[in-house]
């Protein structure tokens, strides 16, 4: 590509968001981040992948209002080592916030949730993508993932989304699946994941030129 474009995408459980960065990867031959993120993080701070870990589950165990009124929303500011809240999980997520920004600095490359899309509101070259679909579509794609079906699969999928969601707004203070986060919204069920990618791919060229892959 003739400059580094970052593609994040967030995405509900079951609409194939996923599957599609890791197509958009392969496709355009740049590196795809998920959960190796968190193992980056680590490496870079010292802190210990288990405590990232830890962290995005605590999340969700949090009270709404104390989500809602807490100080977390990232600011950019890290927290020095000699601080007693340098392994808080305020810092966990800078420190994760740190190496996404740094990839979009050195790279093109397609990063998976972390509230990436946030953590580049400001970088020009960032193209922030949410991945949707109706709740059939989404059940119907979850059970070609998971053995889990009827009441068992609805609470899974739920759960999974609110954690999402949860750790999308404790750390950016906006709602996860509000559209105006995104510079992109697409409903996977209409399109199919070949024709999400390339409409991602076709809007990267209407945005940067049309020969931004070339």
């Given at each position: 590509?003739?400059?580094?474009?970052?593609?994040?995408?967030?995405?509900?459980?079951?609409?194939?968001?996923?599957?599609?960065?890791?197509?958009?990867?392969?496709?355009?031959?740049?590196?795809?981040?998920?959960?190796?993120?968190?193992?980056?993080?680590?490496?870079?701070?010292?802190?210990?992948?288990?405590?990232?870990?830890?962290?995005?589950?605590?999340?969700?165990?949090?009270?709404?209002?104390?989500?809602?009124?807490?100080?977390?929303?990232?600011?950019?500011?890290?927290?020095?080592?000699?601080?007693?809240?340098?392994?808080?999980?305020e810092?966990?997520?800078?420190?994760?916030?740190?190496?996404?920004?740094?990839?979009?600095?050195?790279?093109?490359?397609?990063?998976?949730?972390?509230?990436?899309?946030?953590?580049?509101?400001?970088?020009?070259?960032?193209?922030?993508?949410?991945?949707?679909?109706?709740?059939?579509?989404l059940?119907?794609?979850?059970?070609?993932?998971?053995?889990?079906?009827?009441?068992?699969?609805?609470?899974?999928?739920?759960?999974?989304?609110?954690?999402?969601a949860?750790?999308?707004?404790?750390?950016?203070?906006?709602?996860?699946?509000?559209?105006?986060?995104?510079?992109?919204?697409?409903?996977?069920?209409?399109?199919?994941?070949?024709?999400?990618?390339?409409?991602?791919?076709?809007?990267t060229?209407?945005?940067?030129?049309?020969?931004?892959?070339?």
């Open positions: 590509m003739k400059r580094n474009i970052v593609f994040t995408i967030a995405r509900q459980y079951g609409s194939g968001g996923r599957t599609m960065a890791q197509m958009l990867s392969e496709d355009l031959g740049i590196n795809y981040y998920d959960r190796d993120l968190i193992k980056m993080a680590s490496e870079e701070s010292g802190i210990s992948e288990a405590l990232f870990l830890k962290a995005d589950e605590s999340v969700s165990s949090k009270n709404p209002l104390i989500v809602k009124l807490s100080k977390s929303v990232y600011n950019g500011k890290m927290i020095p080592p000699d601080s007693d809240d340098f392994v808080s999980m810092n966990l997520f800078n420190y994760q916030a740190a190496v996404i920004k740094r990839l979009a600095e050195t790279e093109s490359c397609v990063i998976v949730g972390r509230a990436a899309d946030y953590v580049l509101k400001d970088y020009e070259n960032a193209v922030r993508v949410f991945v949707h679909a109706p709740r059939d579509f059940v119907e794609q979850a059970e070609k993932k998971i053995s889990l079906r009827g009441k068992e699969l609805d609470k899974f999928m739920e759960k999974t989304d609110k954690q999402k949860d750790y999308y707004t404790y750390y950016t203070g906006k709602r996860w699946s509000e559209a105006l986060n995104y510079d992109l919204c697409l409903d996977s069920s209409k399109l199919g994941f070949e024709k999400c990618m390339e409409a991602i791919k076709a809007y060229r209407v945005r940067f030129g049309d020969d931004i892959f070339d």
